[in-house]
């Protein structure tokens, strides 16, 4: 299930920095993100939010490398480390994680959890409230999410002061990429901002001052997998088997682990009877833009790029089977999806997709 659009690429992720006075307002079917409060840009994946042509938000190819990059590698190997503090990092099968331990520090001592490197990271748990006094001053914390096949979204409520700015990179352990930058536009702001990672994934996320400051900042964390009961479904191989005639509830979040693993298509086979027949996509999230590609069971592709007129908007299209036998529709995203951004959580991160197949 690799990013192709069946028969393109997606480009390497590329930098973005939005401004405070960008806001996307977006028509019907638009992914209406408010992103006022916050920017984010990164290197090294093939997914990253820009504005589109319609008030969307798609990756952009060949982007340029975050300057901050070898600051947030920070010379340390992107193996794993043994620090225990800050509780457990583990998100349930499905639904919300939110763990128990909260790491907490001051102005007054900045350097009580002893996370300045990548090497001393510790776990985010439930969040931390921290004290970076300048962009020399880093705090290391690491994210872990379970081995349960499904992509998890992981969410920071950021609440700065007047006497704090920080900078947040994002760093995945696999290979060591750039994920992307997580920005405040200015002092004082309260922003929530969003990464999305695979299974069975260690994220880092290197906290450092962005300019000098005087008071702390709290990041409240939390973890929510996909809820899909047909993960892990990403390729023809490990296709979920489904009936014709019934509705099919899943999701679309794009499973980070590395530059090259990032697979987001569901793929999906159906036994059918020779003739015409209708795939009818009865729901979609506002922020979505689903296409669908239609096989049979020697590869060859019968139906492709089908997909609505816009973000969140329904569609139905027919095909014909030859003969009898097993189908498989991929569901792909038309558009590239954000890996980190700041603004309003999308609709697809809570609401599925569904379609069926007469």
Not at 226 to 235: G, L
């Given at each position: 299930m690799k990013f192709d659009h069946f028969e393109r690429r997606s480009a390497v992720l590329g930098s973005l920095a939005l401004s405070a006075a960008c806001a996307l307002a977006v028509s019907s079917g638009g992914c209406q993100l408010q992103l006022s409060d916050g920017s984010d840009s990164g290197s090294g994946?093939?997914?990253s939010a820009t504005v589109a042509e319609n008030g969307g938000v798609r990756a952009t190819p060949g982007g340029a490398s975050n300057g901050n990059a070898g600051a947030t590698n920070n010379g340390q190997s992107a193996a794993g480390n043994s620090a225990t503090e800050g509780g457990s990092g583990d998100a349930g099968q499905s639904g919300s994680s939110s763990p128990t331990s909260t790491n907490h520090e001051d102005c007054g001592d900045p350097d009580r959890i002893a996370n300045d490197d990548r090497q001393h990271a510790v776990n985010f748990g439930s969040g931390a409230t921290l004290c970076v006094t300048d962009d020399q001053d880093s705090d290391w914390f690491y994210v872990d999410t379970p081995s349960d096949g499904r992509a998890h979204v992981i969410k920071l409520d950021i609440s700065e002061t007047d006497g704090s700015w920080v900078d947040i990179f994002v760093i995945a352990d696999k290979d060591g990429s750039d994920?992307?930058?997580?920005?405040?536009?200015?002092?004082g702001l309260k922003l929530s901002s969003f990464v999305t990672v695979g299974p069975g994934t260690r994220t880092y996320f290197q906290v450092e001052g962005f300019t000098n400051n005087t008071d702390t900042t709290t990041i409240d964390l939390s973890v929510?997998?996909?809820?899909?009961?047909?993960?892990?479904?990403?390729?023809r191989a490990s296709a979920t088997q489904i009936k014709p005639g019934t509705e099919v509830s899943a999701q679309l979040v794009l499973p980070y682990v590395s530059q090259t693993d990032q697979q987001i298509q569901d793929v999906y086979k159906v036994?059918?009877?020779?003739?015409?027949?209708?795939?009818?996509?009865?729901?979609?999230p506002s922020d979505l833009f689903p296409a669908i590609q239609v096989s049979d069971s020697a590869d060859t592709v019968l139906s492709t790029h089908n997909h609505g007129a816009n973000r969140g908007a329904k569609f139905s299209f027919k095909?014909?089977?030859?003969?009898a036998g097993v189908y498989y529709f991929s569901v792909d995203s038309w558009v590239d999806l954000s890996l980190v951004y700041s603004g309003t959580e999308a609709a697809s991160y809570s609401e599925p997709y569904k379609f069926q197949i007469d």
């Open positions: 994946g093939k997914h994920m992307g930058r997580i920005h405040p536009s200015q002092r929510t997998a996909e809820i899909d009961e047909h993960e892990p479904n990403n390729d036994q059918l009877a020779a003739g015409e027949h209708t795939f009818q996509m009865t729901a979609v095909f014909t089977a030859d003969e």
